[in-house]
């Protein structure tokens, strides 16, 4: 009898034993998948955020890059616009660099929760697609547009050379950087170039008042 009261109590030990290991078990399981829950909760959240100051930023990179255009490729501009703009024109350049600078820590502090992540709310993958196709726009554009006015400077320069002209020739804008094809598709969103013609106005002036 005492053996078999034994053989029971030990076996009721080790059935406590087991259930307070599966439960143990069960219970991490549990804590670990609500944590996992939270932060994927969070990872989105911060996606969300994001998108919001990454799209107004983009909106003032667009805005200096309108008055670019509506200043700097002009449809009659000429020489001596170039020279005597080149102090403005690279102001408004600089700005539009600024401004891409800030674009670049948006997507900086998001990008490890876009690239190659996939969240369990369609929204967020929307929104974590067109921060990453945006920011390859911005980037390219803004490569694409120093480069076309590197262009004019470079033709203006050639011009003084041409004439023997004693005038300072204009620096050209550095470009740090390089086209961004982030997926890979061979396509550069954003990449263009802008085919301006310059002209000189003693020569080919037809009393029309270049844009200041």
């Known amino acids: ?4 009261k034994r053989n029971r109590h030990l076996g009721i030990i080790i059935l406590i034993g087991f259930l307070l290991i599966i439960g143990g078990i069960i219970s991490y399981i549990v804590t670990n998948y609500n944590s996992n829950q939270a932060e994927v909760r ?6 969300r955020d994001s998108y919001k100051i990454f799209k107004t930023d ?3 990179f667009n805005g200096i ?3 670019i255009y509506t200043n700097v ?7 001596q616009t170039l020279k005597d703009n080149d102090i403005r024109f690279k102001e408004l350049f600089n700005n539009y660099k600024g401004t891409l600078e800030t674009i670049d820590k948006d997507y900086n502090k998001i990008e490890d929760k876009c690239i190659n992540v996939l969240h369990p709310e369609a929204d967020v993958n929307n929104k974590c697609e067109a921060i990453v196709s945006s920011y390859e726009e911005v980037v390219n554009t803004y490569i694409s547009d120093v480069s076309s006015y590197n262009r004019l400077i470079t033709s203006y320069n050639k011009w003084l050379s041409d004439t023997n002209s004693s005038d300072t020739k204009l620096e050209k804008i550095k470009v740090d950087r390089e086209y961004l094809d982030i997926n890979g598709d061979r396509e550069y969103n954003g990449k263009k170039d802008v085919k301006q013609e310059i002209s000189d106005e003693e020569t080919t002036n037809t009393g029309v008042t270049p844009n200041e």
């Open 42 to 47: 969070k990872r989105m959240e911060m996606v």
């Open 73 to 79: 490729f002009t449809e009659d501009i000429y020489y």
């Open 58 to 60: 983009v909106e003032t």
């Open 1 to 4: 009898m005492e053996v078999k």
């Open 65 to 67: 890059r309108d008055d």
